[in-house]
Nanobody, 125 residues
Framework: QVQLVESGGGLVQAGGSLRLSCVAP????????MGWFRQAAGKAREFVAAIDWLGTNTAYADSVKDRFIISRNKVKNTLDLHMGSLKLEDTAVYYCAACSVCVSLQRSPVQYDHWGQGTQVTVSS
């Protein structure tokens, strides 16, 4: 399995911004659909954003649309999530994921077969 590593989480005030990054040390996921998911305490893991292998098509959850931007750098082999106008309800552990068999953008976490360990994002008032 491709091991993914997230970074960039932390504590931020409501209205602030954070950038999460994801890398796959020693491996490439340049041909994979990639996604970000999050899981708040006591809740199920939910879709945040996805990007296709070319980086030209993206999808967002309604709750983050117009606030978050997913992007990838195929040369650097990185995946980013730029989060702006953060709200208290954005507090969660954020996970990077890769789908090795997806031919289109997928929102269901069961479609993704490679995951990182997650990075905590906490938004305070």
């Amino acid at each position: 399995q491709v091991q993914l590593v997230e970074s960039g989480g932390g504590l931020v005030q409501a209205g602030g911004s954070l950038r999460l990054s994801c890398v796959a040390p020693g491996r490439t996921f340049s041909d994979n659909t990639m996604g970000w998911f999050r899981q708040a305490a006591g809740k199920a893991r939910e879709f945040v954003a996805a990007i296709d292998w070319l980086g030209t098509n993206t999808a967002y959850a309604d709750s983050v649309k117009d606030r978050f931007i997913i992007s990838r750098n195929k040369v650097k082999n990185t995946l980013d999530l730029h989060m702006g106008s953060l709200k208290l309800e954005d507090t969660a552990v954020y996970y990077c994921a890769a789908c090795s068999v997806c031919v289109s953008l997928q929102r269901s976490p069961v479609q993704y077969d490679h995951w990182g360990q997650g990075t905590q994002v906490t938004v305070s008032s």
